[in-house]
């Protein structure tokens, strides 16, 4: 063959090979097939193990009432009772084992409870049962729990 043809060509397998030696270099030896539970079957198995050693940040409702009953009751009985307590109160990683429990933070702001009250206008899917608030004119100055109990939904009993 000419060398107008085997140049490229040789220069074409010099990079497969390259790629390959880069791929056999790069890629964890135990990426590959590791069954039918995830997407094309494709995922590194020592993920597994690694996902399992992660500590919980999130634990869950049912940790927080062990505790706080009387607000998971009431919770519960809301309108808010899908919502998890660590939605509002960040993630209660080390609560209460860690030696000030009472530092957990707790998110007051408007732009949480506007992420499913804000009006969007228009009826949206499974918001169409939550009361809609426009932001701008209902009392802007305010956090919503300043007014609003939102363990219970009701108004506080100091506001009118």
Not at 24 to 39: A, R
Request: glycine letters at 8%; aromatic letters at 6%.
């Amino acid at each position: 063959m000419k060398n107008h043809v085997l140049r490229p060509l040789w220069v074409a397998l010099a990079f497969v090979a390259l790629v390959l030696a880069a791929r056999y270099i790069i890629v964890p030896k135990d990426f590959g097939v590791q069954g039918e539970s995830f997407t094309y079957n494709f995922h590194r198995a020592g993920n597994v193990g690694e996902w399992q050693a992660f500590p919980v940040k999130y634990r869950g409702t049912e940790v927080c009432a062990e505790c706080h009953a009387e607000q998971g009751e009431a919770l519960a009985a809301s309108g808010h009772g899908i919502i998890q307590c660590e939605n509002c109160h960040g993630p209660g990683t080390d609560h209460p084992e860690t030696e000030n429990p009472q530092t957990m933070t707790i998110d007051r702001s408007r732009a949480l409870c506007l992420r499913c009250h804000a009006d969007l206008g228009y009826p949206a899917g499974g918001r169409i049962n939550i009361p809609a608030i426009d932001s701008g004119e209902h009392h802007a100055d305010k956090e919503c729990a300043a007014c609003h109990n939102p363990h219970t939904l009701d108004l506080k009993e100091d506001v009118q």
